[in-house]
Structures are given as C-alpha cells and as structure tokens.
C-alpha cells in the first residue's frame, strides 16, 4: 500500500502541519512562495506575535548592549584603538559563525515529524516565504536565548578584560547581518556591493540553494568552497 502524500493547508496555520511531510518536506520548504503577506505559524496570537519582528527592533534593542560592552572595555582601562581592534576580531568571528550556522544549522536535512517542525521554525519559513518581512530578522526572545553559548565561547578564547569588547564585536556583527539580510530581501541597492550581494543571496534563495551561505560577506563560502558559479549569479540577475 502507497502512503498518501501530506498536503499542507495554507489557510492553516503551518507549524504543526509541516511534520506531517515527512521526506517531502525538504523539496516542499525549498520551493519558494513570494508574497507580500506571510503565512499564519500558530492559531496562539500569543505564540503568532512571538514569531514576528520589524526589522527596526533589532538596532534598537541590540545597539545599547553593544555600546554598553564597549564601554565596560573603556572602563576596564582599554584604549580606543585596542577597544576597535577588539570590535573588529568579534566581527569576523561573528560571520564566520553567521556561515557555519547557515550551512550546518539551517540547511540540515530533516524528515521526521518534530524535527521537519523546528528546522520550519528555525529557516525553512524564511525560504518558503522569503519575502515575509516580519519573518525574516531574528526574533530577539530566541536572539537572547543564544547570546548565552555566544558570551561563552567569546569567554574561552579571549582574556576577561577583552571579553566584553570581543563579545560587542561580535553582537554588532549580528545587527549588521540581520539588518543586511532584510536589505537584500526588500533594499534596492543600485551600486556593490550592496547589488552583487542582492543577487548573491537572492542566488541562494531561488537557484542553489546548498551554496552561498554568506549574508555580509561571500568570505567563507571562498574559503570553504561553496562559492556558486559566476554564471549562475548573472543568470539570476539578467
């Protein structure tokens, strides 16, 4: 006996329909629908409200603990060269970080029921509605919740004076990633690089979507090999 293929109700709400697709779930997540409104997620409102976020909320509620940090590292006796230095090293560990939870996180294969649901959760709405503007930034309960392993891992690898400056570093990495994110979804740059990372990012969206994992930056897809062709790009953006 055939098992009768899951349909999922649009008019529903997704979340906990998508488990339901099993094996499918993966051709059915990477098959984008683009709209200007995004899909209902729970019938909570509690829980609905919880999964979106205007864009504007993540500078406003990320920049003061940057500059709180960065301040500390003042008052630790840091100069403010050593405080740009730090800043800058938290950066780029950040989007080092930014590609390997894009890679190895948010594109990891599901097909069970509960995972199918938290993979749908954590990206797969984002590319099956990428243009839902109130999905796409980081909701920044969830963003609280990983600044935890974050200040950790920043603790192991740097003193205790340059802590807080690495960490700062590496949060006003994430605020330039998600407010760049949202640029290249709903931006129109007209000049690089804003315009080539446009057609960069949109590549991955509606081409390949198992290469380029950068937002800010095409670096580590350099280094670690899944750099799309260059033809594939200017195919997307003739």
């Not at 329909?17 to 990477?30: A, T």
């Not at 989007?95 to 190895?104: A, D, G, K, N, S």
């Not at 400056?165 to 931006?187: A, E, K, N």
């Amino acid at each position: 006996m055939v098992a009768e293929a899951f349909t999922v109700d649009l008019n529903e709400p997704l979340v906990f329909q998508v488990g339901h697709l099993g094996e499918q779930y993966q051709e059915w997540v990477h098959q984008p629908i683009v709209s200007k409104e995004g899909p209902r997620l729970f019938a909570n409102d509690v829980l609905e409200f919880l999964t979106r976020t205007e864009w504007w909320a993540i500078p406003l509620i990320w920049l003061p603990v940057v500059c709180w940090c960065l301040t500390k590292s003042v008052e630790m006796g840091h100069t403010l060269s050593e405080v740009a230095l730090m800043v800058v090293f938290g950066i780029c560990l950040w989007t080092l970080i930014e590609y390997i939870m894009h890679r190895f996180l948010f594109h990891i294969n599901t097909k069970s029921y509960w995972t199918n649901t938290a993979h749908y959760l954590l990206h797969g709405i984002h590319h099956k509605h990428p243009t839902d503007g109130l999905r796409l930034v980081f909701p920044p309960a969830a963003a609280a919740i990983l600044c935890f392993p974050f200040w950790n891992l920043i603790r192991l690898i740097t003193t205790p004076t340059t802590t807080h400056g690495v960490f700062g570093g590496g949060l006003l990495g994430y605020v330039m990633y998600d407010c760049t994110h949202y640029y290249l979804h709903h931006g129109q740059p007209s000049s690089d690089p804003g315009k080539h990372l446009k057609k960069y990012h949109l590549n991955h969206h509606f081409r390949i979507q198992n290469k380029g994992f950068g937002i800010t930056s095409t670096l580590w897809d350099h280094v670690f090999g899944t750099l799309p062709s260059t033809k594939t790009i200017d195919k997307k953006s003739s």
